[in-house]
């Protein structure tokens, strides 16, 4: 079974450019996770999808964070503009439902960095 | 405070040692307690997940939870090298959607 996919893999860029992160979840997975890990912390949840709607977006600063999944499939996470305080790596993470929240699956990660 | 405190080490043990990671929490509501293994440059992996108090076995992985004292632990039995990365612990509320993450504990084990 394929686990979850996530591209780029590294981004660097100049603070106040935009840039777009890519997920694909696990087969069959209706629920999909967006997380951001700072260096030397715990990944902290910004968004979740439940097929295409948004379940939980509370953590997410919406005034430069966006996230997308249009068929319930792939998601994008967009930032725009970046503050230096982005620099993180962003988590893509699926499960099976919205009820299986506890057995998520990872991505490998983008690792981002604003100069 | 945080809601799950973790000790970020790093640990470091001799190959074949037994080890124990451990995490304290302050929410009540807490059900499940998840153990997630972090290679360096990878994303979290899950070892195993617990529903309640209890233990739970697999392989040379125990993961124990005590809910009367707001404390979980994962016990690595004959540890290897391969065992060197950074464990994190998680938890969520019953129907709860998000997993609240300890800062992760960094072990190394040496030959």
């Known amino acids: 079974e394929a686990g979850v996919a996530q591209s780029p893999r590294y981004k660097i860029i100049e603070k106040r450019q935009s840039v777009a992160f890519w997920c694909n979840p696990i087969?069959?997975?209706?629920?999909l996770y967006w997380y951001q890990q700072i260096l030397g912390q715990g990944p902290k949840l910004l968004i979740q999808?439940?097929?295409?709607?948004?379940?939980?977006d509370s953590q997410l600063p919406k005034d430069r964070f966006s996230a997308e999944r249009l068929k319930g499939v792939d998601s994008t996470l967009k930032i725009q503009p970046a503050k230096l305080e982005d620099s993180a790596v962003y988590l893509c993470?699926?499960?099976?439902?919205?009820?299986?929240?506890?057995?998520?699956?990872f991505g490998p990660g983008t690792r981002l960095t604003v100069t | 405070q945080k809601e799950v405190e973790q000790d970020p080490g790093p640990l470091s043990v001799p190959e074949g040692a037994i080890v124990s990671l451990n995490c304290t929490y302050s929410n009540s509501a807490f059900q499940y307690f998840m153990w997630y293994r972090q290679y360096s440059r990878k994303g979290p992996e899950l070892l195993m997940y617990t529903y309640s108090s209890g233990n739970k076995e697999d392989g040379r992985f125990t993961a124990q939870v005590d809910k009367s004292s707001k404390y979980i632990s994962l016990f690595i039995r004959d540890s290897q090298p391969s065992d060197s990365a950074t464990y994190l612990c998680a938890m969520i509320t019953g129907g709860g959607n998000k997993l609240t993450f300890g800062t992760g504990t960094q072990l190394k084990v040496e030959l």
């Open positions: 999808f439940q097929n295409n709607g948004v379940v939980d």
């Open positions: 087969s069959g997975h209706a629920t």
């Open positions: 993470a699926s499960s099976l439902e919205q009820g299986a929240s506890y057995e998520q699956y």
